[in-house]
Structures are given as C-alpha cells and as structure tokens.
C-alpha cells in the first residue's frame, strides 16, 4: 500500500506540472507572438473587414431586389406624380412671373404716359424753361408806336400755327391766361412792364413761324403799318428761361367722375 501511494502522488504532480508548462507557453506565445502569428492575424482582420463591407454594399444594391412587382409599380407611379406636381409648380411660377413682368410694364408705361402729359402741359402752361428751335422776332419802333392790337395779332397768330413757348424780352413768359395793358412807356405784360424794342423768342418749326409772321397782310405788314421794323431770325435753338406762376384754386376741384 505505501508503494500504491506514492505512485498515485508522483502521477498527480507530473500532470500538474505539465499543466503549468502548456499555460506559460501559452501566456509567452500571447504577450510575444511570433512574426508568422502577426501576419496570420493581420491577414485575419483584412478577410473580415473585407467580409463585412460586401454584405453591406450587396444590402444597399439589393435594396429593392426583394420588393414586388405591384410594389415596383407604385414606386414608380409616386415618383411619377411627385415629377408632374414639381412641373405644374415650377409652371405656375413662370405664369405668376410673367404677369409680374407684364403689370410692372404696364405701370412703368402709365408713369411715363403720365409723366409725359404732366411735362407737356407744364410747357404750355409757362411753369418751366424750355429749349429748342424757333425764331426770335424784333421789333423796332423806328416811326411810330407799335400798337397793342399789332402785339395781339402777332401773338396769337404765332399760337396758331403752333408756338409751344413764347417770352418777350426775356422776362415775361406768354401763355393763355397773359393779359396785356398798354402805358405810356410801352406795355404792361401779366404785371410786367416792357418797352420797345420788343424781342420775341417763340420755340416751334422754324420755318412755319416765320411764314406766319411774313405772309401777305400778316403780323409783319401790320407791325410796319405802325411805324416799326421787324427782324426774324430762324434759330436752331433758343432758350426760353421766363416762366409763369399760377395760385393755387380756392374754390374749383376735379371731378372725381372723369
């Protein structure tokens, strides 16, 4: 029996001793690994990656491989109307732009028209100075004093054939409402009073006016029927500085019906 014993105990501490063997080997090959086990692992790792990003990239390809052909269908007709909305929207744009066009057009001609009439009527009203072509008539009282129907007559008949401004000696601008009173040094325009020799700038067609003044048992013969000497000059620009004030109305106000 004591022999029985000492062999089981030899037995015992040579399995654990291999044990601990097999383990410190082990242990040493994990914190010192050889350059075949790092290559191995090394190329581990890549084949797992490698795996890894070919199942996601075959998921995001295959993504509508599973659907079926009703549910490709739909798919499709969704994708369609959404196109056929974008493209109604994207012309509704282009028609509420156009309009915008066409009205900011509309508005900008108005102004202009408007404007045009406001600059027209201000000329024929005397309310600004002017330029432009015409004639520039003198008259000279040389042997007799030029008379205030004469003046009148020459006036009007420059109006008549389309005098758009006239000034007389430069100061006094003569528009419908000018009214003229005779005083013993000459005459009394709108409140101004002017003396020979007369000097009347109009603006319009050169020749026109000049014809109006010279024709036979015109303004001209009128004028050297009272003794005076009358010059025209055709000009191809004259410039008109004398204006007109007006009062405002106290009393008179559009109708708000025209």
């Known amino acids: 029996m004591p022999e029985e014993d000492q062999v089981g105990q030899v037995g015992e501490g040579q399995v654990d001793e291999g044990q601990v ?18 290559v191995a692992g090394m190329l581990m790792a890549l084949l797992g990656f490698a795996a890894v ?20 269908v739909d798919l499709l007709s969704a994708l369609s109307a959404t196109r056929q909305r974008t493209e ?17 057009t509309k508005r900008q001609t108005a102004l202009d028209q408007a404007q045009g009439e406001v600059d027209d009527l201000s000329i024929l009203a005397g309310l600004v100075p002017v330029t432009g072509p015409g004639i520039r008539i003198t008259v000279t009282e040389s042997e007799g004093r030029v008379r205030q129907a004469s003046l009148l007559d020459t006036v009007q008949e420059l109006r008549t054939v389309g005098a758009e401004a006239i000034a007389i000696n430069g100061t006094v601008r003569v528009v419908a409402q000018t009214s003229f009173a005779e005083t013993d040094g000459g005459f009394t325009i709108d409140g101004v009073q002017v003396e020979a020799p007369y000097v009347i700038d109009v603006i319009g067609e050169p020749g026109v006016l000049s014809s109006a003044i010279s024709f036979a048992l015109g303004p001209k013969q009128q004028l050297e029927q009272d003794g005076a000497e009358i010059q025209v000059q055709e000009l191809r620009s004259i410039d008109i500085e004398a204006v007109t004030t007006t009062d405002e109305p106290s009393f008179a106000v559009p109708d708000q019906g025209q």
Do not use: H
């Open 21 to 38: 063997a097999a383990m410190q080997r082990l242990r040493q090959a994990m914190l010192r690994p050889s350059r075949k086990q790092v």
């Open 53 to 72: 990003t070919q199942v996601r990239v075959a998921g995001t390809d295959d993504s509508y491989a599973g659907l079926r052909q009703q549910e490709l």
């Open 88 to 104: 109604s929207e994207i012309d509704r744009l282009e028609r509420v732009a156009a309009d915008l066009r066409d009205d900011t």
